[in-house]
């Protein structure tokens, strides 16, 4: 790349690509005359650092250093692979999330596609080396017949054949070859003769898979129609556009992406993984053809290295993909669509533990478009709209005319009292009779979460939770002790039930086999196909639970989470919720919250062709505030109660939280990081900021490893990244202790 204007900048400031918290700040390097040309924002370098060579980024030329003796760059190992304004966001993300900087600019680097260096070990001790990238381009031959009045000799059929099936356009050679079997010695011999004309081009891998269904028409409703003209009219705004499940948020989604693909801009379309089947896809392909490339984890790394070339080079406009897409290499992007908001998959679980739904707000503010879409918002979200930062759009109705279903709540703390120990009450059990005499078809859906165990009153339904952070105990068995995740509050477990002296009290849990027990034993004549971890391990395990269920002409879909995310199933006339408690009382302030996503999601899912359907969810409290919300279709019933728990309380969005976990095999010396890492926290704190813990995590142990938390509440909009940056800094664990900074965490467990 040819730039004059650069050759007085003889400095280059590189971000060397190595993972250590420490070596944050860019490097300066000498640029040697005979670079300077190719020297550029972006480009992978091979840089020296301490005794060996390291590859690096530039994110900066510039004219002049503190350093007075600068190493130069070794060389320029390709061309630039992501913008001046991508090292700035990445800057933010390391900033925001005390992320290694390194760690937040990979986010943008091609999939496979940047070089590195490894180390390797030899007879003659340690070496390194540099690893080109492993992923390239892909080429294609394509066969054209340039002469249409060739007539091959009559000897050789395989050349009549070729160009007979040339006669109806070009074709490539790898599809002649799949039609006639080997062909290139033929193709020679017509090439030879000026017959055909043989012309290598970019194959892009990844585009297959999506049904190329036809696009069908829609006209808007009122609502969608003014939700696009809000879209339209505040660019740069970041809009929550809510509505219920076939409420037709897609529809809005491909008119603004419509809009600015006819301005010349680019969209990126965030779907959550679980989500991002070949029909999603396929909806966006319909309407936006060659334009749309698609970026997610189950594609190989040819093909997503391609997709996101398709990108990069402007062949493609719009990408559909899951969280990570948010860095793809889109041109002249404009519109940012987020569907599902609320989902906790949009924040990284592993260094950057960014959240894709706060980047793009933060993306918002150089004038992008953002829309988030949800039948359930975040509190997050809510609270953004209600103060009048983010901008609300609703979609009331579903545009299909179907009604939603009829929602029953059992109180099983009063099937418990009338008598009733089975774990299906009154009215499941008569409506599974039901399902079986009208040959129809039911969705059960067990709630768990395995590991964290909890007490409850069989009788009236009480669980005992933490006096300082309202958040349920965890029950040990070990010690026999209540535990509070949170704050680390312990207390001895009570023989009977505080509020009404029951002797009911009991761990809190069935397993998927007892319930398919015993469904089998009351409904013998059921058919019942299970879907949960156990039943459903390697590939496509889950697509064979689906597909079988799908063949029935009537059973049971028994399963845990998997069954309540975005999965249609028209015949489907009941869907029981089993124990709705579960997720009320995970260790986690936001309980609440999702007990009522997941309630409304489970909901969304009966009823979905032509009769109504009915919904039955089993819990011992009836009252609270999400199963209300449910029940009676008013979401404001869990929003206010939940707004005014979490201010009383602080918890986001009315404090900013940090979540730092320490772990490692040797407990002492995680104990002896967490404890000094909480030190160093408490003594740089602001006025305001709380420092909970250090306390066992939830998750006390995961495999071998121990693991303690710390967290820290803050005013919402503390720089809670730079202070964990720098108590991080300041400590220096003992080997084999690992510490996880986690900024506004989504999974307190
Ligand atoms: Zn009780
Ligand atoms: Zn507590």
Redesign the pocket.
């Known amino acids: 790349m040819m730039n004059d204007s650069n050759s007085w900048l003889r400095i280059a400031r590189v971000v060397v690509d190595v993972r250590t918290r420490t070596l944050d700040e860019p490097f300066d390097y000498a640029v040697p005359e005979t670079l300077s040309d190719t020297v550029a924002v972006g480009c992978p370098v091979l840089v020296p650092l301490g005794p060996r060579n390291v590859v690096g980024y530039v994110v900066q030329r510039v004219a002049t250093s503190t350093i007075t003796r600068l190493k130069p760059i070794q060389s320029v190992l390709g061309t630039p692979l992501f913008t001046e304004s991508a090292y700035h966001l990445a800057r933010w993300i390391a900033d925001e999330y005390a992320a290694p900087l390194s760690e937040a600019l990979r986010l943008f680097l091609p999939p496979g596609g940047a070089p590195r260096v490894t180390r390797q070990e030899g007879p003659e001790g340690v070496s390194w080396k540099l690893v080109s990238p492993t992923v390239k381009a892909a080429e294609e031959r394509l066969v054209t017949l340039i002469d249409a009045t060739f007539e091959p000799s009559r000897a050789s059929h395989l050349q009549r054949s070729v160009v007979d099936a040339l006669r109806e356009g070009p074709v490539t050679v790898g599809e002649l070859t799949a039609e006639l079997g080997p062909v290139s010695a033929a193709l020679t011999a017509l090439e030879k003769r000026g017959a055909v004309s043989l012309v290598s081009r970019r194959r892009w891998r990844g585009a297959g898979g999506s049904p190329t269904r036809p696009d069908t028409s829609h006209t808007l409703s009122a609502a969608q129609e003014s939700a696009v003209a809000a879209i339209a009219a505040h660019p740069g705004s970041v809009f929550v556009l809510e509505g219920v499940t076939g409420s037709g948020k897609t529809e809005v989604y491909l008119r603004a992406i419509s809009r600015v693909l006819a301005e010349g801009g680019g969209a990126i379309v965030l779907v959550p993984e679980i989500s991002l089947t070949p029909q999603t896809v396929g909806r966006f392909r319909a309407r936006f053809g060659p334009a749309v490339a698609v970026l997610h984890s189950r594609l190989s790394v040819g093909e997503r290295f391609d997709q996101w070339d398709l990108l990069a080079k402007g062949e493609a406009q719009v990408v559909v993909g899951a969280r990570s897409a948010l860095f793809a290499p889109v041109k002249d992007l404009r519109l940012i669509i987020i569907d599902e908001e609320h989902e906790t998959s949009y924040k990284q679980g592993s260094a950057p533990r960014y959240h894709a739904r706060d980047v793009a707000a933060r993306m918002s503010e150089s004038g992008i478009t953002v829309v988030l879409g949800t039948a359930t918002p975040s509190l997050e979200a809510r609270d953004a709209v209600d103060s009048g930062r983010w901008r609300g759009l609703a979609l009331p109705d579903r545009v299909t005319g179907a009604g939603r279903p009829e929602i029953v709540v059992v109180d099983m703390g009063a099937e418990f009292g009338d008598g009733n120990r089975s774990m299906f009450s009154t009215a499941l059990g008569e409506a599974l009779d039901e399902i079986l005499a009208r040959k129809s078809k039911a969705v059960l859906f067990l709630n768990r979460r395995g590991f964290a165990s909890f007490l409850l009153?069989r009788?009236?339904g009480?669980v005992p939770r933490c006096p300082s952070c309202s958040v349920s105990l965890t029950y040990h068995e070990r010690g026999d002790r209540l535990v509070c995740h949170h704050c680390g509050h312990n207390e001895p477990s009570p023989i009977a039930?505080p509020?009404?002296s029951?002797p009911y009290?009991r761990r809190f849990g069935a397993g998927t086999q007892r319930v398919e027990d015993e469904l089998r034993a009351r409904w013998p004549g059921l058919a019942v196909v299970r879907m949960d971890a156990d039943t459903t391990t390697g590939k496509g395990g889950h697509d064979r639970a689906l597909t079988a269920f799908e063949a029935l002409d009537s059973g049971v879909l028994l399963g845990t989470q998997m069954v309540a995310k975005g999965l249609d199933y028209p015949e489907v006339t009941l869907v029981g919720v089993i124990n709705a408690d579960t997720t009320m009382h995970l260790p986690d302030f936001r309980a609440a919250e999702r007990t009522y996503q997941l309630l409304e999601q489970v909901s969304g899912r009966a009823g979905r062709g032509a009769e109504p359907g009915t919904v039955i969810i089993q819990t011992y409290w009836p009252d609270h505030p999400g199963v209300r919300a449910v029940e009676s279709r008013d979401a404001n019933i869990l929003y206010d109660e939940e707004r005014a728990l979490r201010k009383e309380l602080g918890w986001p969005p009315y404090s900013r939280l940090a979540n730092v976990v320490v772990s490692g095999e040797e407990e002492k010396n995680v104990r002896a990081a967490a404890a000094s890492i909480a030190d160093q926290l408490t003594a740089s704190a602001d006025d305001g900021w709380r420092i909970l813990g250090p306390a066992d995590s939830a998750l006390a142990r995961v495999k071998r490893a121990y693991r303690r938390h710390i967290l820290v509440k803050a005013p919402p909009g503390a720089p809670l990244g730079a202070a964990l940056r720098d108590a991080l800094a300041a400590v220096t664990p003992a080997k084999g202790v690992s510490v996880a900074p986690d900024v506004d965490p989504v999974d307190l467990l």
């Open positions: 009153c009788e009236c009480f039930c509020r009404c029951s009290l």
